[in-house]
């Protein structure tokens, strides 16, 4: 159980293009789902926390223009590079958080790398 | 900064020795998590240790954790060339802050 997956696993785009990136737990309901960003032999950095039904809340530095956040369901969450460019190109995790969990309990995806040409 | 630190950054055995990572955070802590990444993979869960515990031990890993230190280990026994992975402790606060991460590389 506690399955999450992403799509795609892999993305090609142009810069100025956006490109949509999602993330849904199979097997549960998540009310809170987590947008990592990872850059090569480096640790994740948190970009978004995104609760079901509500606007995500970003960290610092994050642009929320630039990466848009909808959690439309308690199984899908998705994050938009707007206007990509070649410094957006990184391997982006997303984690859910199942619905009466734990707060500390997440469940990783298996990321998405993205390279922006 | 939300990152803590791990330490050795990358790590080079042999099969069949012992491999010991450590973690520092820099908040206070519910608990602190290990976690495995294959290369170009998503996060695989190891094991959890409690704030209030000292160690922990699941199969061929054994978690420490020190919080008045703010410091943590996992210490894989009897390593297989499939360990090879990075590896990252997430320390369990307000939110889950990763530490930089041991790239850990075991020989056949």
């Known amino acids: 159980g506690a399955v999450v997956s992403q799509h795609p696993s892999r993305v090609i785009c142009k810069s100025g293009t956006s490109v949509k990136i999602e993330c849904r737990s199979l097997d549960f309901q998540a009310t809170t789902m987590f947008w990592y960003r990872q850059f090569p032999k480096q640790s994740l950095m948190l970009m978004a926390t995104s609760n079901e039904g509500s606007k995500a809340t970003y960290e610092q530095g994050v642009e929320k223009d630039k990466f848009l956040i909808n959690h439309a369901s308690l199984t899908l969450s998705t994050l938009t590079v707007t206007s990509a460019h070649p410094e957006d190109s990184s391997f982006y995790i997303c984690s859910a958080n199942p619905a009466g969990g734990l707060t500390y309990e997440q469940y990783f995806g298996p990321g998405t790398r993205l390279t922006v040409t | 900064s939300q990152q803590g630190e791990e330490d050795p950054q990358a790590l080079s055995i042999q099969e069949g020795e012992n491999a010991t990572m450590n973690c520092s955070y820099k908040?206070?802590?519910?608990?602190l998590q290990w976690y495995r990444q294959n290369s170009g993979r998503g996060l695989v869960h190891l094991i959890l240790i409690r704030s209030n515990e000292r160690e922990k031990h699941s199969g061929r890993l054994r978690v420490t954790l020190d919080t008045s230190k703010k410091s943590s280990s996992l210490l894989i026994t009897a390593s297989r060339a499939a360990d090879t992975a990075s590896y990252f402790c997430g320390a369990s606060g307000s939110r889950l802050t990763f530490g930089e991460g041991t790239q850990l590389t075991v020989n056949p």
């Open positions: 908040t206070s802590i519910n608990n």
